[in-house]
């Protein structure tokens, strides 16, 4: 059996860092936004030694190893058939651990089984260790059997500073050979070199996410109840302790990491409902000490010092990035500070770093820049530029993000975005409104949109608009939006959209509605109930017929999918049919563009069809799209070419471009 192939540059045609070679020089307007990143998840081994990049070659991903002196290929790394590079990590100085996925005729997004292997960086001592089909590797007589197993493993800590071992999280899969994150999980010690595992605990409640320490030791479990109820559990002599017990009266508590005393831990969580909080506190006392809170926006971004895995920095987004940090004095600190001022009007993530902190991978980017990695000598204060993400596409040509603010009509506070195109007077402007997915826990960020971009390369002007129900507020923000999808998150949606108008940037004559997911319900019960705002309308990927979510699909077939569903639409018959554009045809005017994947699990075929079935009941005219190999939204660059390409012909019908 062939693990996995190593081939020569030549064979591959494979651009070197920095790129040069290789991008195709005829793409069309589409294909320049929705071709994928050619470098992406950039890192550099422990010792710095060697660098190492995902890219693609021929529709699937490759995993490229260089030398991180010279730039030049050691070997690239790709699975034979239908199976590609998943995600991966340096597990140690030398060598490379990666899952392996497929890509099946059926469905375009790839299928991972939980299969990881391993490599050295020149290419040598290949090794299957963990998956269904493993215990076919082995050599010598006394190492225990690597048994197959039916579960999925996940890279839980790489242990970089273990050369023999890496900890891996491994969910059973149910008797339908089904991943269920809901099912308890263990945790694994797995050989880098021969797989063999020892079991080291095990989650004591579903959908586990652990957190280890600087030694490695799995010290805490967050995962969810049936009822959809965060739990944290802390472990202590080998026992798993519930967090209750430490009486910390916080919700969504979910710790970042140890502090520099080991009974002391940072951790995020929510005080009767606010924003979310960064606290000290201490395990063995339950003493809490809130060191960093923004009163509008929760975090989204924490920042961990590689060295030493502790906390240090705190990201925030309300409107721009800006930076809260928890020690001046740490040595990440400083270096992000260095960072930021050599990168003008750019966010940074350090995502990757030798052990020694002496070599960073830095991406930066922004609203005009999908992204550069760079190569940061912490000691010589050196930055050296490795790759563009994407560099096919010019920045200085790019539209810029305008984040903006207004008052719904109930009196809220709202928050949002304004794509507007270069190079032209920003006074009424063709507008697509572009609501996001979720809706809950979901918002829309400061950053580079490629869909928004794409239109505004055409003149068009593009809103985002985080309404309530949407993530990153608080909780009592979120909640807001709980049982309210058809009405005051629509509301919210239309009075942005009156907001841009009223603001001189739109005219109210030219305005489309696009949304994916649930933004494709939006994009349908906006127009519902604001027939003569929008000119048109296209759903992609939607939900039209609530009922129907607690009957199909994926949210549906687990307890606390169901759960969810009930909290957040409430089993009023009346209240789901008026809130389900389904039901409501009879109530549009806007002309319709109907998106969809036949693979879809989120949002199944069924949701089409029924918004379909009423559309021809009522003999109201529609134009279709469906992609039968696609799930959830578009993973295939030629198919969001093909959407891109038929939404923007539909939109210029629309709106008179």
Request: include cysteine; proline fraction near 4%; hydrophobic fraction near 35%.
């Amino acid at each position: 059996m062939k693990l996995f192939q190593l081939s020569a540059l030549a064979a591959l045609c494979l651009s070197i860092l920095p790129i040069s070679t290789c991008t195709a020089n005829a793409l069309s307007q589409a294909q320049l936004f929705t071709k994928g990143d050619e470098y992406s998840n950039v890192k550099i081994s422990p010792t710095g030694k060697y660098l190492s990049a995902i890219t693609h070659v021929e529709g699937k991903k490759v995993l490229l190893v260089l030398d991180a002196q010279t730039k030049k290929l050691i070997n690239a790394i790709h699975f034979p058939s239908n199976a590609q590079v998943g995600t991966y990590e340096w597990a140690n100085s030398e060598r490379l651990v990666l899952a392996k996925e497929y890509l099946k005729g059926w469905q375009d997004t790839p299928i991972y089984y939980g299969e990881l292997l391993a490599v050295n960086a020149d290419g040598s001592r290949k090794a299957y260790l963990f998956g269904y089909n493993s215990g076919e590797q082995q050599t010598g007589s006394n190492i225990k059997k690597n048994t197959p197993m039916r579960a999925s493993a996940f890279i839980l800590d790489p242990l970089p500073d273990d050369e023999r071992y890496m900890l891996v999280n491994v969910i059973p899969w149910n008797d339908k050979i089904n991943l269920d994150v809901e099912l308890l999980q263990d945790v694994y010690r797995v050989d880098l070199f021969n797989g063999t595992r020892k079991r080291i605990t095990g989650s004591p409640i579903g959908q586990a996410r652990f957190l280890t320490d600087h030694d490695g030791e799995v010290r805490f479990v967050a995962g969810e109840d049936s009822k959809n109820t965060t739990k944290v559990f802390y472990r202590k002599e080998g026992k798993w302790i519930n967090t209750d017990k430490l009486n910390l009266d916080l919700t969504d508590f979910s710790p970042l990491s140890f502090t520099d005393k080991k009974n002391t831990i940072y951790a995020a969580g929510r005080s009767q409902g606010t924003t979310l909080g960064i606290y000290k506190i201490n395990l063995e006392t339950g003493d809490k000490t809130e060191i960093i809170q923004d009163e509008i926006v929760d975090p989204s971004n924490f920042w961990i010092n590689g060295t030493n895995k502790q906390l240090y920095a705190v990201e925030f987004e309300n409107g721009y990035p800006s930076y809260a940090f928890v020690d001046n004095e740490d040595s990440h600190a400083k270096l992000l500070k260095d960072l930021l001022s050599a990168l003008p009007g750019h966010q940074v993530r350090i995502v990757s770093e030798t052990r020694d902190a002496e070599k960073l991978i830095v991406l930066a980017f922004n609203d005009r820049n999908p992204g550069d990695y760079y190569i940061f000598d912490t000691k010589k204060l050196k930055l050296e530029h490795l790759a563009a993400a994407r560099n096919w596409l010019d920045p200085e040509k790019m539209a810029e993000v305008k984040p903006i603010s207004f008052t719904s009509r109930d009196g809220k506070k709202l928050h949002g975005y304004l794509t507007l195109p270069i190079g032209k007077e920003a006074k009424n402007l063709p507008l697509v409104v572009n609501p996001h997915g979720g809706p809950h826990g979901i918002r829309d960020w400061w950053g580079f949109d490629p869909q928004n971009q794409y239109l505004a390369s055409q003149g068009i002007a593009v809103l985002q608009v985080n309404f309530r129900g949407s993530g990153g507020y608080g909780e009592q923000f979120e909640h807001a939006g709980y049982q309210k999808w058809g009405s005051e998150i629509q509301y919210d949606i239309i009075d942005a959209t009156q907001y841009v108008i009223d603001q001189g940037f739109a005219d109210k004559e030219r305005i489309c509605i696009v949304g994916g997911s649930f933004g494709g319900y939006s994009a349908l019960q906006s127009a519902v109930l604001a027939p003569d705002m929008f000119k048109c309308a296209v759903g992609v990927a939607g939900v039209y017929d609530l009922e129907l979510m607690f009957n199909e699909g994926d949210v549906a077939s687990r307890r606390a999918g169901t759960s969810y569903l009930k909290e957040v639409l409430g089993q009023d018959e009346a209240v789901l049919k008026a809130m389900s554009p389904s039901e409501n045809v009879n109530k549009l005017k806007a002309n319709l563009l109907l998106v969809h994947g036949g693979e879809d699990d989120r949002a199944p075929i069924e949701q089409l069809e029924s918004l379909e079935k009423a559309l021809k009941a009522h003999q109201y005219p529609y134009q279709k799209l469906v992609m039968d190999n696609e799930g959830h939204g578009f993973y295939n660059d030629e198919h969001r070419a093909k959407y891109y390409e038929k939404m923007l012909s539909f939109l210029k019908t629309n709106l008179t471009l």
